[in-house]
DNA sequence: GACTATACGGAACGATGGTTCCGTTTGTCA
DNA sequence: TGACAAACGGAACCATCGTTCCGTATAGTC
């Protein structure tokens, strides 16, 4: 999911067993309670789910930023890696606008997502801006394929995209207006394609 | 703007002089702040911005969230004049899409905005419920007008509209987004319209 | 099995920010 | 102008939460 075999920061050496493991316990439960709660969990929430004191989160990830840094790098490159894979195959159309209700889709679902879509680049450090500039590349590719097709207006840039679907992934974060997804991104969907 | 000549709560005397004109200082300067800087100010802040010192900001609001309640109000029976004021004046269809422009126009400059839209019905008090619901109405009337003028695509609900324009001031709110805004609701507009 | 570096847990600390309290000030009315 | 209720200011209070510290436990190694 998140990270492999990890060394420790200061000397080159492997990360001890325990230490591994609770690592990873705590990467999972900040996945889990972040997409659930929102980044404004309190840390000893995460810790708790862990089955770990505070002190080893903090021995893991030197501020509650930077663990969820690690996430959200996780996620964009999650991302990244379903836009690529959606490149070059099949109806270019079809899959830009996939892709597009897939994002939707998964802001339900893990509501720290909008953070990597919205907030990311305002608010964090350079961990994230290079993935983050990865997936809008990968986003523009996908875009410019549909646009090349003629399945979508070539008068759009590819941060209007992105700002409509953040857009759209913020309101899916609320409960009241997360029933409404689906139409929200298929109306969307249908300002986006070429107008006949 | 906010309130006319007040009374106190558990007396029905009138205010005395001070007092008014620093409950008035109180709500307009908090308006410009939460406006400015959204609703994470703390409130010294505003009652520096108000002259006032916090006692007498608790005097007049018993808690930080009763005092944005007032604002919100405030804010949301100013929209529902304006929509109201829209309806059965000239080309409905041109009055409903002027309507959403002029929303999203204001979210940019009134973050605090953005709450009316989308935060307002699920975290707040009995006091918003019923002038959000007036809004609700006067939006669905000026929806109905133009879908039935053959502007607007007769499968779209009410609440999809509000998700969408909520959707599309929250992402006002941030900076980076905010450039984008016009060409937002053009799409949004566009995908709202009757397919050809 | 013993030794040591590594890691653990969680109490304690400090900053932030909403709310309260009370001694002082001021408007109002006679 | 004097008296009193009403209102004021802001220090102090308390809860929350991120972060640090240090005594204890344990994995890895000889």
Same mark, same amino acid.
Do not use: F, M, Q
């Given at each position: 999911m998140v990270g492999g075999d990890e060394v420790t920061e200061e000397t080159g050496r492997p990360l001890r067993a325990d230490a591994l493991r609770n690592r990873t316990r705590v990467l999972e439960a900040a996945e889990a309670v972040f997409a659930a709660e929102g980044l404004s969990v309190p840390v000893d929430v995460i810790a708790e789910k862990a089955g770990v004191g505070v002190g080893t989160l903090y021995r893991h990830f030197p501020t509650k930023e930077k663990l969820f840094e690690a996430i959200l790098v996780a996620r964009i490159t999650e991302i990244t890696e379903v836009a690529r894979a959606r490149?070059? *195959?099949?109806d270019a159309g079809a899959a830009f606008f996939g892709f597009l209700e897939y994002l939707v889709g998964e802001a339900v679902l893990k509501r720290d997502l909008i953070m990597a879509l919205a907030d990311a680049g305002v608010e964090f450090?350079?961990? *994230?801006a290079p993935v983050k500039e990865e997936m809008g590349d990968a986003v523009a590719a996908l875009l410019r394929a549909a646009q090349d097709a003629g399945a979508v207006r070539a008068d759009v840039e590819p941060e209007v995209v992105m700002s409509l679907i953040g857009a759209t992934c913020m309101a899916a974060e609320r409960p009241d207006m997360a029933v409404c997804s689906q139409a929200m991104v298929r109306i969307v969907c249908d300002g986006l394609k070429v107008s006949r």
């Open positions: 490149l070059n *195959v099949g450090e350079v961990a *994230v």
